[in-house]
């Protein structure tokens, strides 16, 4: 199935997603792939979790639907080099977006 999808990425920090950004939209693709740079601020991301969500794009006036999230411990990562890793999406109840 080619569906049009983007990432959705905030920092979070307890209950509070904050400081979001977003990719340019993937069309018709079932294996996207997202070359793009979402930077964020050194001392903002300090003990916080980055928050990755994935969307389907509708078109009209349908509402996009997410497709899966995952959390990543940004203190787990070494920031002074490129890290490219595959993290597992899990699903998310539609109330809770």
């Known amino acids: 199935m080619h569906t049009d999808t983007y990432v959705k990425t905030y920092l979070e920090e307890g209950n509070r997603h904050t400081n979001k950004k977003k990719t340019r939209v993937v069309t018709c693709s079932s294996d996207p792939q997202y070359h793009q740079t979402l930077k964020y601020d050194a001392a903002m ?15 009209g006036f349908e509402h996009n639907t997410p497709i899966g999230a995952v959390n990543i411990k940004v203190n787990q990562l070494e920031l002074h080099k490129l890290t490219i890793g595959w993290y597992k999406l899990y699903a998310l109840p539609h109330s809770s977006i």
């Not at 991301?45 to 078109?59: E, N």
Request: hydrophobic share 45%; aromatic share 20%.
């Open 45 to 59: 991301i300090y003990g916080r979790s980055l928050f990755v969500m994935v969307w389907q794009k509708h078109r």
